[in-house]
């Protein structure tokens, strides 16, 4: 984890051949640099991958993947500059990646995953599971924190998670809540969309 999520920027660029995001959402960043480097892996072998399961947890970064033959498809896999990058800030010391772009889950396998019987830590898993299938369905890079952006636009305070969400879809806009971070939030909005409702939010605060 120290090297894909950017505590050591120059292994990472040899292990991964990648330049690391850094930061809270390093780990996310790391997971997106090790599927990358899977899918250029699995393409010098003709092959293309697809993740099934990838996710961010405590200390270390897991992905499940499911292997196929070559693709005609161009595989999501690419750099963020942070000039034109129009998600959550990642930095300004990029272009970071490559990164692995497009979806962590299979929408149908998710669905389907239960927690085992006799598991250990049942009702951890259960909560990890249940915040998976909310993700599923804004499945877009990197995540969102109100006390993250009020720090960043000199707010006293963020909003709460709830007026955020609501604000979001009252203006047609997907959110859900991740797995990575109890109080972040993935969405379709643009960062400045983003950001103008949370300034919003907290001037009527």
């Known amino acids: ?15 991964y051949g990648a330049r690391p995001v850094r930061g809270r959402l390093g780990p996310e ?4 640099i090790l599927l990358a480097y899977l899918t250029r892996a699995a393409e010098e072998l003709d092959r293309s991958i697809r993740p099934l399961l990838s996710y961010a947890r405590d200390h270390y970064v897991r992905a499940y993947v499911e292997v196929n033959g070559r693709s005609d498809a161009t595989a999501p896999v690419g750099l963020i500059d942070p ?9 300004d010391q990029g272009p970071y990646g490559p990164l692995w772009l497009g979806p ?11 927690v085992p019987e006799g598991a250990a830590c049942a009702r951890e898993v259960d909560q990890f599971l249940s915040r998976v299938r909310e993700e ?10 109100a006390n993250v952006l009020a ?7 963020p909003p709460s998670l709830r007026a955020v969400q609501e ?20 969405t379709d ?17």
């Open 1 to 15: 984890m120290m090297v894909l999520a950017g505590a050591q920027p120059s292994a990472c660029g040899r292990r």
């Open 29 to 32: 960043g790391g997971l997106r």
């Open 83 to 91: 000039e034109n990058w129009p998600g959550p800030w990642v930095g």
């Open 104 to 114: 962590l889950f299979d929408a149908e396998l998710v669905a389907r995953l239960k």
């Open 136 to 145: 599923v369905a804004v499945d877009r890079p990197f995540y969102f924190e």
């Open 151 to 157: 720090s960043r636009l000199g707010l006293a305070a």
């Open 167 to 186: 604000g979001l879809r009252s203006l047609g806009f997907r959110v859900a809540r991740t797995h990575a971070r109890p109080e972040g939030f993935r």
């Open 189 to 205: 909005a643009s960062r400045q969309v983003v950001e103008e409702l949370v300034r919003r939010l907290a001037d009527s605060a």
